[in-house]
C-alpha cells in the first residue's frame, strides 16, 4: 500500500511522528497532558485542551496509532477524497475536544480526572469511518468465531483502548461518538469544507516537503535478467562478462523519447511494406492489365 491520493493522511503521520518526538527529545511532554484537577479547574488552562491532542504520551501509543492510519486513513480518504477527509478531520477534532470536556464534567465523580494524550478519538473516529465504509476483503473462522481481515486492524484499536483505563477507554467512546455524529443526519456536518486559502496553502508551502505520493515502480521486464537465465556457469566462464543479446521486453506503455522512437519505427517499417506490397502488385502486371483493359473499351465503337 503507498500514500497515493492520500497526501492528508501521509501529512498527519509525519506531523504527528514529529511531534511526538519533538516533546519527548526536549521534555516538554508535561504541557500536553490534559487533567481536570488542577489543569482546568483551578488554573483554568482550558488550552490543553486542543494542545493535547497534538502529541502522544508514549511510543507504543503513536506505533499503535501510526499503524491504524496507514491502514484505515488511506482507504478513508480515498473514499472521502482529500479535501472531505482534510474537513472530516477538523470537525472530528473540534467534536471529541468537546465530547471530552463533558466526560470529564459529568465523570469527575467517579474517579475520571485525566484523559489520554494524544488524538485517539481521531484514530477512533477513523477506524469508524473504515469499519462503516469499506467492505472485508474476506473472511475466516477460528474455533468458531467469524473474522475478517478488519480484526487485525480492531485487535490495534482495542489495545489503545485499553491501554490506560479509564481515561483511554473514555477517550475511545468519544472518537466512536464523533464518528457518528458527522455521519448522522441530524447534524449538516457532512458539507462543511475548508476554505480554498488554507486549501491553496497547505499544496503550495506543505505538500512539497511530503514528497511524491506515487507507487513505488515495478519492473516491467517480461524476462528475467541473463544472470537469472543462464544457469550455473563453469570456472572458465565464471570471470567472462555475460552478454545479453535479447530484445528487452516490457509490459509497460511507451511513453516519452522512447515511446516516439518506437512509434517512429513502427510508422517506419508499416511505410516499408506498404512499399514493397506497392511493388509486388506492380510487377505481376495487375496496373497493365486494366491500363489495357481501359484502352480496349475506349476504342471500341459505340
Same mark, same amino acid.
Request: charged letters at 15%.
Given at each position: 500500500?503507498?500514500?497515493?491520493?492520500?497526501?492528508?493522511?501521509?501529512?498527519?503521520?509525519?506531523?504527528?511522528?514529529?511531534?511526538?518526538?519533538?516533546?519527548?527529545?526536549?521534555?516538554?511532554?508535561?504541557?500536553?497532558?490534559?487533567?481536570?484537577?488542577?489543569?482546568?479547574?483551578?488554573?483554568?488552562?482550558?488550552?490543553?485542551?486542543g494542545?493535547?491532542?497534538?502529541?502522544?504520551?508514549?511510543?507504543?501509543?503513536?506505533?499503535?496509532?501510526?499503524?491504524?492510519?496507514? &491502514?484505515?486513513?488511506?482507504?478513508?480518504?480515498?473514499?472521502?477524497?482529500?479535501?472531505?477527509?482534510?474537513?472530516?478531520?477538523?470537525?472530528?477534532?473540534?467534536?471529541?475536544?468537546?465530547?471530552?470536556?463533558?466526560?470529564?464534567?459529568?465523570?469527575?465523580?467517579?474517579?475520571?480526572?485525566?484523559?489520554?494524550?494524544?488524538?485517539?478519538?481521531?484514530?477512533?473516529?477513523?477506524l469508524?469511518?473504515?469499519?462503516?465504509?469499506?467492505?472485508?476483503?474476506?473472511?475466516?473462522?477460528?474455533?468458531?468465531?467469524?473474522?475478517?481481515?478488519?480484526?487485525?486492524?480492531?485487535?490495534?484499536?482495542? &489495545?489503545?483502548?485499553?491501554?490506560?483505563?479509564?481515561?483511554?477507554?473514555?477517550?475511545?467512546?468519544?472518537?466512536?461518538?464523533?464518528?457518528?455524529?458527522?455521519?448522522?443526519?441530524?447534524?449538516?456536518?457532512k458539507?462543511?469544507?475548508?476554505?480554498?486559502?488554507?486549501?491553496?496553502?497547505?499544496?503550495?508551502?506543505?505538500?512539497?516537503?511530503?514528497?511524491s505520493?506515487?507507487?513505488?515502480?515495478?519492473?516491467?521486464?517480461?524476462?528475467?535478467?541473463?544472470?537469472?537465465?543462464?544457469?550455473?556457469?563453469?570456472?572458465?566462464?565464471?570471470?567472462?562478462?555475460?552478454?545479453?543479446?535479447?530484445?528487452?521486453?516490457?509490459?509497460a506503455?511507451?511513453?516519452?523519447?522512447?515511446?516516439?522512437?518506437?512509434?517512429?519505427?513502427?510508422?517506419?517499417?508499416?511505410?516499408?511494406?506498404?512499399?514493397?506490397?506497392?511493388?509486388?502488385?506492380?510487377?505481376?502486371?495487375?496496373?497493365?492489365r486494366?491500363?489495357?483493359?481501359?484502352?480496349?473499351?475506349?476504342?471500341?465503337?459505340?
Amino acid at each position: 500500500m503507498s500514500f497515493e491520493y492520500a497526501p492528508v493522511t501521509k501529512g498527519l503521520m509525519a506531523g504527528l511522528a514529529l511531534t511526538s518526538i519533538a516533546a519527548g527529545i526536549f521534555d516538554i511532554k508535561h504541557y500536553f497532558h490534559l487533567q481536570l484537577v488542577p489543569h482546568i479547574s483551578k488554573y483554568h488552562q482550558y488550552w490543553r485542551l486542543g494542545l493535547h491532542n497534538v502529541v502522544f504520551a508514549n511510543s507504543s501509543d503513536l506505533f499503535f496509532a501510526e499503524l491504524i492510519l496507514f &491502514q484505515n486513513g488511506i482507504q478513508v480518504e480515498r473514499c472521502f477524497g482529500s479535501l472531505k477527509f482534510a474537513s472530516y478531520v477538523v470537525v472530528s477534532i473540534l467534536l471529541s475536544t468537546i465530547l471530552e470536556f463533558l466526560s470529564l464534567l459529568v465523570f469527575h465523580r467517579v474517579g475520571l480526572n485525566q484523559l489520554s494524550s494524544g488524538p485517539l478519538c481521531l484514530v477512533f473516529s477513523i477506524l469508524y469511518q473504515y469499519a462503516r465504509i469499506i467492505p472485508p476483503v474476506y473472511e475466516f473462522r477460528i474455533f468458531g468465531l467469524a473474522l475478517s481481515n478488519k480484526s487485525y486492524i480492531h485487535t490495534l484499536g482495542l &489495545q489503545l483502548a485499553v491501554g490506560r483505563l479509564p481515561g483511554s477507554g473514555v477517550t475511545a467512546l468519544a472518537g466512536i461518538l464523533a464518528g457518528q455524529i458527522y455521519r448522522s443526519e441530524l447534524t449538516n456536518l457532512k458539507s462543511y469544507r475548508i476554505g480554498p486559502t488554507v486549501t491553496n496553502f497547505a499544496t503550495r508551502f506543505i505538500q512539497p516537503f511530503l514528497g511524491s505520493n506515487r507507487p513505488p515502480r515495478r519492473s516491467n521486464r517480461a524476462f528475467p535478467d541473463a544472470s537469472r537465465r543462464g544457469g550455473r556457469r563453469n570456472s572458465s566462464q565464471s570471470n567472462q562478462p555475460v552478454q545479453n543479446d535479447d530484445e528487452v521486453v516490457t509490459t509497460a506503455r511507451p511513453s516519452g523519447t522512447n515511446g516516439s522512437r518506437i512509434r517512429a519505427t513502427a510508422a517506419a517499417g508499416g511505410t516499408a511494406a506498404v512499399r514493397d506490397w506497392v511493388q509486388d502488385w506492380l510487377d505481376e502486371g495487375t496496373v497493365r492489365r486494366l491500363v489495357s483493359g481501359y484502352r480496349l473499351k475506349t476504342k471500341s465503337p459505340s
